[in-house]
DNA sequence: AACCGCTAATTCCG
DNA sequence: CGGAATTAGCGGTT
């Protein structure tokens, strides 16, 4: 058999990861990056533990500009609603037509959905406030259709006289009736903006020509004119641009690269598991040189020399700059502008170790009851990665070891595999099979937490990857399709948060894959109450901030 | 190592 | 809705 899709019981999950090469965009010409004046800052999406605390500047959109008749009331996310104007309807809606019935009619008028829901987070809380109200007239007058279309024979009866049960009825009903207006209407906001979070084909389509140029040169590089790095091996695409994950723009993408080791001996640095010391054993590798006699292997000297290396190998590339180190963070970033937009790649040197898990990951990744022993089992043959990175400061020392010098353990290989088959069904997500709402639910989540970072600078330090752990355990405390129907988008969604609040609350939100971690620990209590509370607020309020 | 062919996931478009 | 287009990923062939 053919293509990519391992059925359930694949054997040999690991295997051919250096065979894959892909040559489909190589021959294209790159297109000389234009400058523009005018600046565009990505939000601080889908960023993962390294970047928390990454400030999120405000950007400019040009694009406001050129299309002035759509976007005027819109604002944040002129492409979409920019030229071809053809927002898509609520697919939801479409496809179930008898959940939804009542609210199609109105929702298929096109002016309604260009102005709806404008979820861009650079303009909500700075300034654009014009296009709440919009979008709410536009809402509510859905339902005043709807309402007068459903329901006119029960509030007129009402009128002529009743007796007090049969008013208490009523009054029953219409609260009933209030209530099912909100949740449709709950549901048309949320539609709306996973719509406006998707990713423009165009807009992928030059990032990834791109990126997978740079990587490819980078690639050539590091094989054939260095010495310590050329043993390394295909790039493993993580983060979630690479998991469709990636909401609003393609502007962040995340390779690693990695150099395979042999025989090491693993330390655990820190009592949670999620750091180590790292030292080869005998036999071969270019690393040693790294290596003084009776000390591990220094990461930061490695990852200093792999950044020349990447910086010699991208001076002719045009258009690319390169980020300050910075401290704690395991990648060299670059940034190439595409069309005036800035593309951030995070280029990762990992040390890849094909053999058991550490010990502390004994009691991670309880996705029996979700995606079934086999499947973990798989999972655990798979090797593990090591990158270098460290937290807090770096000149911490530990048994006369570096902070910066420790390896930090990473699983992104297979969080991408879970979320790619995520499904307690095999066929779930498939063209034939059932779908389900657990991806948006979490790009929902993601989202919202990325507009109140923007909204709160006081939440810099929560992060995608708190979001992606949160999503991976309600998958495992409901298990089964069922419970994340496409159709149950909004209890789906609603539960999560409910989830990710009491994380918060109580300070507590394991790796998934090390327990022993807790994500949150570097977060103040203060600040988890305080985003709880807000979450909360958005969940029992409707979401206002997704409709500004 | 380069290339091809297939499939999946997603967006686009009529 | 259904098909085209596009990126991604895998495996086989030359």
Not at 356 to 366: A, M, Q
Not at 473 to 495: G, M, Y
């Amino acid at each position: 058999m053919s293509g990519r899709r391992k059925p359930r019981t694949a054997k040999s999950p690991e295997a051919k990861r250096s065979t894959g090469t892909r040559t489909n965009t190589e021959e294209k010409q790159t297109k000389t990056f234009e400058e523009q004046a005018a600046n565009f800052n990505p939000p601080a999406s889908g960023a993962r533990p390294k970047k928390c605390g990454a400030p999120a500047k405000v950007k400019l959109d040009e694009e406001i500009k050129k299309d002035p008749k759509k976007t005027t009331a819109s604002g944040a996310r002129p492409k979409k609603c920019g030229a071809p104007a053809k927002v898509k309807l609520d697919e939801e809606i479409k496809k179930d037509p008898k959940k939804t019935t009542t609210a199609t009619t109105a929702q298929t008028k096109p002016n309604v959905n260009c102005t709806a829901s404008d979820a861009n987070p650079e303009t909500c809380g700075t300034k654009t406030k014009s296009p709440v109200d919009e979008k709410d007239n536009i809402i509510s007058t859905i339902y005043k259709d709807k309402c007068a279309a459903e329901q006119p024979e029960s509030t007129l009866k009402g009128k002529k006289g009743m007796t007090q049960l049969q008013m208490k009825q009523l009054s029953h009903d219409d609260s009933k009736k209030a209530d099912d207006v909100k949740k449709t209407e709950l549901r048309t906001t949320l539609n709306a903006t996973l719509e406006n979070l998707k990713i423009r084909m165009k807009e992928k389509s030059k990032a990834s020509e791109v990126i997978n140029k740079l990587e490819k040169v980078i690639l050539k590089h590091l094989r054939s004119e260095t010495i310590w790095f050329r043993q390394v091996e295909e790039p493993l695409h993580t983060g979630s641009y690479y998991e469709n994950l990636k909401i609003s723009n393609p502007d962040e993408f995340d390779i690693m690269f990695p150099i395979p080791v042999q025989r090491i001996d693993i330390q655990p640095f820190t009592e949670d598991g999620a750091f180590y010391v790292v030292s080869l054993k005998r036999g071969y590798n270019p690393l040693k040189r790294f290596q003084e006699d009776g000390k591990p292997l220094p990461a930061s000297e490695i990852l200093q020399d792999f950044r020349q290396e990447v910086i010699e190998s991208i001076k002719d590339f045009p258009g690319v700059s390169i980020d300050r180190k910075k401290r704690g963070c395991p990648a060299v970033t670059l940034n190439i502008k595409v069309e005036s937009r800035d593309i951030s790649l995070d280029i990762v040197l990992c040390l890849v170790v094909q053999s058991s898990w550490p010990d502390f990951t004994s009691d991670g990744l309880k996705i029996e009851a979700w995606l079934g022993r086999k499947i973990k089992k798989d999972y655990k043959f798979k090797p593990y990665y090591l990158v270098s990175k460290y937290e807090g400061n770096g000149n911490d020392e530990r048994d006369g070891i570096l902070a910066k010098d420790c390896w930090r353990i990473s699983f992104s290989h297979v969080e991408k595999e879970i979320l790619k088959n995520h499904g307690s069904v095999k066929t779930c997500c498939e063209k034939d099979g059932t779908h389900c709402c657990r991806k948006d639910c979490l790009k929902l989540l993601k989202h919202l937490l990325s507009l109140l970072k923007e909204q709160d600078k006081s939440f810099a330090k929560f992060c995608s990857y708190h979001v992606k752990t949160t999503f991976l355990h309600a998958c495992c405390s409901r298990t089964n399709d069922s419970q994340w129907a496409a159709a149950d988008l909004t209890q789906c969604f609603e539960q999560l948060l409910i989830d990710f609040e009491k994380h918060l609350e109580s300070r507590q939100l394991n790796n998934f894959f090390i327990p022993a971690q807790n994500l949150l620990s570097g977060c103040s209590q203060k600040s988890c109450k305080s985003l709880a509370l807000r979450i909360k607020k958005e969940r029992e309020e409707g979401f206002p901030i997704f409709k500004c």
